[in-house]
């Protein structure tokens, strides 16, 4: 079975500063995703980042970007020039490569992180 | 474009009382997931419908939940006999049937007293 831990159940940061939040997945899969999401006070879940197992390079989206350690099954967010904005909890997820159309990509997540960010 | 909504946004209920959470996904996407969201627990996978094959209920926790989706859109998530072990934010997602990425509703908080 997969599982996904994040060891930091509370981070805050300065306005403008860089933060990174610490994600660690368990898995015997070869093939699979590792998502960010950021889930605001509104509890609307929202895609952040996401990344493919199989790619090596580390997937960025404008100020955010990951530090994916395939060997030590590790996937770490950078948030740099924090925003007052990005004040959420983010949950990272696993999804195993599905083989098919209709298979089921269900996400496993982690307990997530609140982040404060702080003027 | 609307994205998935869910409805209520709220319910309060009364312990063994039963319950209906209802989820409409984004036109033309044919996956749709249920996931429960409780404190100290973060989110879990209840159940998965796509197009018209058999849901994949895996995930439910007993047999007073249960889950439809009428004609490929709109699902009812139901829980019978409420528990207060049941309070917890239920989430809906919906994607298309090749994607990985999930689009999610406001999610329900349900409060069972």
């Known amino acids: 079975a997969q599982t996904v831990t994040q060891s930091q159940p509370e981070m805050s940061v300065q306005e403008a500063e860089t933060v990174t939040l610490s994600c660690t997945y368990d898995t015997s899969e070869n093939n699979y995703y590792l998502f960010w999401y950021k889930q605001p006070p509104s509890r609307q879940m929202i895609l952040v980042i996401r990344?493919?197992?199989?790619k090596q390079q580390n997937a960025t989206e404008n100020r955010f970007s990951v530090n994916f350690q395939k060997a030590a099954k590790s996937f770490s967010l950078k948030i740099s020039d924090s925003q007052l904005g990005d004040t959420a909890m983010y949950f990272c997820a696993f999804m195993k490569s599905p083989l098919g159309a209709g298979n089921n990509r269900k996400l496993i997540w982690g307990l997530g992180t609140s982040l404060a960010v702080n003027p | 474009g609307a994205g998935v909504s869910q409805s209520p946004s709220n319910k309060v209920t009364e312990k063994g009382k039963d319950v209906e959470l209802r989820c409409d996904p984004i036109s033309g996407h044919t996956a749709l997931y249920w996931y429960r969201q409780s404190l100290g627990q973060g989110l879990e996978f209840l159940i998965y419908?796509?197009?018209?094959?058999?849901?994949?209920k895996s995930g439910l926790p007993s047999d007073r939940f249960s889950a439809e989706r009428t004609g490929g859109s709109v699902s009812t998530l139901t829980i019978q006999r409420t528990q207060q072990e049941d309070s917890a934010v239920y989430l809906c997602a919906s994607s298309l049937a090749r994607s990985n990425e999930q689009f999610f509703g406001p999610g329900t908080r349900l409060t069972v007293l």
């Open positions: 990344q493919e197992a199989y």
């Open positions: 419908f796509q197009g018209n094959s058999a849901p994949d």
